[in-house]
């Protein structure tokens, strides 16, 4: 099964390896910048502005590396996921699914029952929630069968494409985040805990 645990702390760790990076490059660039200086020149403010051309390319290098591990991930992971979603149902799945798809009327409990013994495979979760719906639709009840792990990893694999493009983003927009370690920070802080909550 798709180990979304293990997927989601590899985002936040490459995550935050980018968010000290660019703090870092900050630091780095604020030092020389200041070594520059010429006398009676203004200390700029430590405000985490990225004011030189190499630590912008730094900051910029560093953001799109990170979003190609990202999306190189994250591609990984689309695969692993529809893999599993295209395994067959075993053969008692099958023969439990055809006997109940026999009957002109159903009852919850035995769509439930076949959720319990059958339901971690994708292709036996999907055919019993159609039966569910044929029973709905004909007045018959309703069971509870639950949205397949699968599902909800697929959704959460997806939306680390807009994550990975917003990174990219970050790094090549005019003015944007790569020359300001603060905001870029803040951004990225959010992409940590959106990886961690929706884990």
Not at 16 to 34: K, M, N, Q
Not at 35 to 52: F, N, Y
Not at 84 to 109: F, N, V
Request: contains cysteine.
């Amino acid at each position: 099964m798709f180990d979304k645990e293990k997927y989601s702390q590899g985002l936040v760790q490459t995550l935050r390896g980018l968010a000290d990076t660019v703090d870092r490059i900050g630091a780095e660039d604020y030092s020389r910048t200041c070594s520059e200086l010429s006398p009676g020149q203004q200390v700029p403010p430590m405000d985490g502005s990225i004011r030189t051309d190499e630590g912008r390319k730094r900051a910029v290098a560093a953001t799109i590396d990170a979003h190609d591990r990202i999306e190189m991930a994250r591609a990984s992971a689309h695969d692993e996921v529809m893999r599993e979603m295209a395994q067959p149902p075993s053969a008692e799945a099958s023969a439990y699914i055809a006997t109940l798809s026999a009957r002109d009327h159903l009852k919850p409990r035995d769509i439930e029952a076949g959720v319990r013994a059958y339901g971690d495979n994708y292709a036996a979760s999907r055919a019993l929630a159609d039966l569910n719906r044929r029973m709905v639709d004909a007045g018959d009840g309703r069971a509870y069968v639950p949205t397949h792990p699968l599902e909800d990893a697929l959704e959460y694999v997806d939306a680390e494409a807009d994550e990975a493009q917003r990174l990219r983003w970050m790094a090549v927009a005019p003015g944007g985040a790569s020359t300001d370690t603060h905001g870029m920070l803040t951004q990225l802080s959010f992409s940590v805990y959106a990886s961690q909550a929706f884990n």
